[in-house]
T-cell receptor, first 115, second 112 residues
Framework: AQSVTQLGSHVSVSEGALVLLRCNYSSSVPPYLFWYVQYPNQGLQLLLKYTSAATLVKGINGFEAEFKKSETSFHLTKPSAHMSDAAEYFCAVSDQNSGNTPLVFGKGTRLSVIA | EPEVTQTPSHQVTQMGQEVILRCVPISNHLYFYWYRQILGQKVEFLVSFYNNEISEKSEIFDDQFSVERPDGSNFTLKIRSTKLEDSAMYFC??????????FGEGSRLTVL
């Protein structure tokens, strides 16, 4: 069975500082990995995804994530935080990139950005 | 840009009442899902649906829950007799043959 662990339920950074949100996964097969963002009172929006191509994945809004198989990690980073980045971030894993296999989500990390 | 739409955005109901949450997936998508998120907790998979039948369901999706696609466009989640612990945000999602899930903005259910 697959699972995702997000370290830190709440991360607070200053505006302009590096954002690092941690995600570790467990999967018995090569995983497909996703980061979703949830702004207040909104649905889940895809930030980026890893589907076995390049290990460094660039997403929207300046975010990127690196797949490290040896560390079973898929941490999300952004060089310089902006106030508008304040949201809940969810890491998710799937064993397929097609078909009806559901995503398994982590518990989420709330990002606060301090002016 | 095509999007998944959900109604209602918020529903308040009394314990024991039936609730139907509605979703219109993106039109050319093949796979449909319901997830829920209890306040402050993670997003949990409930059920997936393909070719007019349930493909997979979680332990949460017990006999009180049902899904159907009555008219080829709507995708509904029915809770037969709501309990307090059913209070949550319910997200519908759809997916083409390959690629990521596209989520709606959610329906907040409050059971009193």
């Amino acid at each position: 069975a697959q699972s995702v662990t997000q370290l830190g339920s709440h991360v607070s950074v200053s505006e302009g500082a590096l954002v690092l949100l941690r995600c570790n996964y467990s999967s018995s097969v090569p995983p497909y990995l996703f980061w979703y963002v949830q702004y207040p009172n909104q649905g889940l929006q895809l930030l980026l995804k890893y589907t076995s191509a390049a290990t460094l994945v660039k997403g929207i809004n300046g975010f990127e994530a690196e797949f490290k198989k040896s560390e079973t990690s898929f941490h999300l980073t952004k060089p310089s935080a902006h106030m508008s980045d304040a949201a809940e971030y969810f890491c998710a894993v799937s064993d397929q990139n097609s078909g009806n296999t559901p995503l398994v989500f982590g518990k989420g990390t709330r990002l606060s950005v301090i002016a | 840009e095509p999007e998944v739409t959900q109604t209602p955005s918020h529903q308040v109901t009394q314990m024991g009442q039936e609730v139907i949450l509605r979703c219109v997936p993106i039109s050319n998508h093949l796979y449909f899902y319901w997830y829920r998120q209890i306040l402050g907790q993670k997003v949990e998979f409930l059920v997936s649906f393909y070719n007019n039948e349930i493909s997979e369901k979680s332990e949460i999706f017990d006999d009180q829950f049902s899904v159907e696609r009555p008219d080829g466009s709507n995708f509904t989640l029915k809770i037969r007799s709501t309990k307090l612990e059913d209070s949550a945000m319910y997200f519908c999602a759809s997916r083409p043959f390959t690629g990521e899930l596209f989520f709606g903005e959610g329906s907040r259910l409050t059971v009193l």
